[in-house]
């Protein structure tokens, strides 16, 4: 995970073993309890884990490394391409999302359904999905 | 045609985060995760970008048939 000192060794054998687990939680029933659960409880706990290890680092460095430095960086004027361009995303998002049909109109979401039709594919996103998540909270 | 459009929108917008990305690395402006930073400083946004973030996975991972 970003910011870590863990020896990589541990860190691979963590992504195996979320791996195994992606594997299992996505090929389960959709819209089931159990892969509700299994989805959004292992994001809560990957949230909860990221918490307690965020607590756990020194607040001094966490500052420099993540939140006081890079704010400085990110001037007000070097914000505004991020906006318009977050704006934009939005708008060709939902300019797409209501027209039909979906085939001429494509949104993200139909094109991550196409992408992740695979298994693999899901697991795969399910591990960066898990990751980004434990990186949101600790940034 | 008309997914053709839609799509090099879609592909319009990615290059132009990657092209802002690398300038910003370049000339030292803001990146993508300055931007990211400002935005999660308040803790009420934070709980908002996670909560949408988990719903997200939810969207993925089970709103989806896998079969």
Redesign the interface.
């Given at each position: 995970m970003p910011g870590d000192d863990r020896p990589p060794a541990r860190w691979l054998a963590a992504i195996a073993l979320v791996a195994v687990y992606g594997w299992w939680?996505?090929?389960?029933t959709?819209?089931?309890w159990e892969?509700?659960v299994a989805?959004?409880g292992a994001?809560?706990a990957a949230?909860g884990w990221a918490v307690w290890r965020r607590d756990r680092a020194d607040t001094r460095t966490r500052s420099v490394a993540?939140?006081t430095l890079?704010?400085a960086?990110?001037?007000r004027s070097?914000?505004v391409?991020?906006?318009l361009?977050a704006a934009?995303?939005a708008v060709?998002q939902l300019a797409?999302y209501v027209q039909h049909p979906r085939?001429?109109?494509?949104t993200?979401?139909s094109?991550?359904?196409a992408a992740?039709e695979s298994?693999a594919a899901?697991t795969a996103?399910?591990v960066v999905?898990?990751v980004?998540?434990v990186a949101?909270?600790r940034? | 045609m008309i997914r053709l459009v839609t799509l090099a929108g879609y592909a319009v917008i990615v290059a132009a985060a990657i092209g802002l990305e690398i300038a910003a690395r370049r000339r030292g402006g803001a990146s993508f995760g300055d931007a990211l930073a400002v935005v999660l400083r308040p803790w009420p946004a934070r709980l908002v970008v996670v909560a949408a973030w988990l719903w997200l996975g939810w969207h993925l991972f089970v709103r989806v048939d896998s079969g």
């Open positions: 939680a996505v090929g389960l959709p819209f089931s892969a509700t989805i959004v994001g809560l949230v993540g939140v890079g704010s960086r990110a001037r070097g914000l391409p991020w906006v361009l934009a995303a060709w797409a085939d001429d109109h494509p993200l979401s094109l991550a359904n992740l298994h899901r996103a399910f999905w898990l980004t998540t949101l909270v940034r | -």
